[in-house]
């Protein structure tokens, strides 16, 4: 590796994006955010320069690429709040996908040839087996899930076409913020379990909704497979470690394995905040499965990663620090 090496990295203003950009700087590569501040955090961004430029403006993004030259490309940016897509398809296919190919477009023009990509759960749909392996059926049943897998199939058609390397990595259930607290979880708005139970805990909302509390599963509520932010960020430099080597591209899976339910969440935060979390159970929503955990094997063979804060403990004390601490900024909740 040549230290120093420019990697572009879109929604690095964002809650992963960000932690992508500080693990990106401790390993010796320079990043760039390329960020709208849509959904974003100026004051998330502390390991390189920013440039304000939304990916559905062509000019500007081509501009910048050609500006900074990247060896290679971190694709964050997209509008990600689930239920939203339902409501707002044409914001969504419109922001995920037009964005996305203009990136690759701007990456053609420049002889850019290796992307990460941040890809989700949601494209498995109603997973028919669990833990899910790659090889499962795509089956979305959200517009965020279909634009993901859409742009999914861009990157195999440009990478059969133009020779694009890239890697698809799969997130299961992002959480939990920075160890050393310089940043960490804040969308806006929050739709996020830990950050919403948290904020209950310590008064800032009435209470905490739980959305189905009939599932088959042990306490009845439904159970995700939650991965520490900073394992995510740690996995992405490890992937373009291996397309940068020359790895062929491939779409992984990220999460730990092990799911939790929202009620073990619930407990976990009223345990290490100290502080009762106030619930109001509800119905379910419509389209959220039951259960949805990673089968990571992949990419624990493929990147040699492995979660290193694999506890539920771990990952809420983490997000628990993080959203102590006082306001700042432009940071909002
Ligand atoms: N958080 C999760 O649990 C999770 C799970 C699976 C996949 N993902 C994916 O990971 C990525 C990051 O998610 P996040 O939780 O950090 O979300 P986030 O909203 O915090 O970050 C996304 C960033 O992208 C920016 N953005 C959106 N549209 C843009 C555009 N057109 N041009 C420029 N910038 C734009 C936003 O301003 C924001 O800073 C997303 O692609 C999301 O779909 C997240």
Excluded at 17 to 41: I, M, N, Q, T, Y
Excluded at 191 to 208: C, D, K, M, N, Q
Aim: aromatic share 6%; net charge neutral; charged share 20%.
């Amino acid at each position: 590796m040549v230290l120093g090496q420019t990697i572009l990295v879109t929604g690095g203003a964002g809650y992963v994006g960000s932690h992508v950009c500080k693990s990106l700087a401790a390993e010796g590569f320079s990043p760039v955010a390329v960020d709208c501040l849509s959904r974003g955090h100026e004051s998330a961004v502390k390991w390189g320069p920013l440039e304000r430029v939304d990916l559905t403006d062509e000019a500007r993004l081509k501009a910048v690429i050609e500006q900074y030259r990247p060896v290679g490309v971190m694709h964050l940016a997209d509008l990600c709040d689930v239920g939203e897509s339902v409501t707002d398809p044409a914001r969504y296919y419109h922001n995920n996908l037009v964005g996305s190919l203009n990136l690759l477009k701007g990456m053609l023009d420049q002889g850019i040839e290796s992307i990460i990509f941040s890809s989700s759960c949601a494209i498995y749909g109603v997973p028919g087996k669990v833990p899910i392996p790659e090889t499962q059926a795509k089956v979305p049943i959200t517009p965020y899930g279909v634009s993901k897998l859409v742009v999914e199939h861009m990157l195999r058609d440009f990478g059969m076409a133009y020779g694009i390397g890239y890697v698809c990595l799969r997130y299961f259930n992002a959480a939990g913020a920075d160890p050393d607290g310089q940043i960490g979880e804040g969308h806006r708005p929050e739709t996020h379990v830990i950050p919403l139970a948290i904020a209950a805990a310590l008064g800032e909302r009435s209470r905490f909704e739980i959305f189905g509390t009939d599932y088959a599963t042990p306490d009845g509520t439904a159970v995700r497979d939650y991965v520490h932010v900073s394992d995510l960020a740690a996995a992405h430099v490890s992937a373009l470690r291996y397309l940068l080597e020359g790895g062929r591209s491939v779409a992984l899976n990220l999460g730990t394995g092990r799911g939790h339910s929202v009620r073990q969440i619930v407990a976990a935060v009223a345990r290490l905040s100290g502080r009762a979390v106030p619930v109001k159970e509800g119905p379910r929503r419509t389209g959220d499965p039951s259960t949805l955990v990673a089968d990571a094997s992949e990419a624990f063979k493929v990147l040699a990663w492995t979660p290193k804060h694999g506890c539920l403990d771990d990952i809420v004390a983490t997000a628990l620090n993080w959203h102590r601490k006082p306001l700042f900024g432009d940071r909002s909740r």
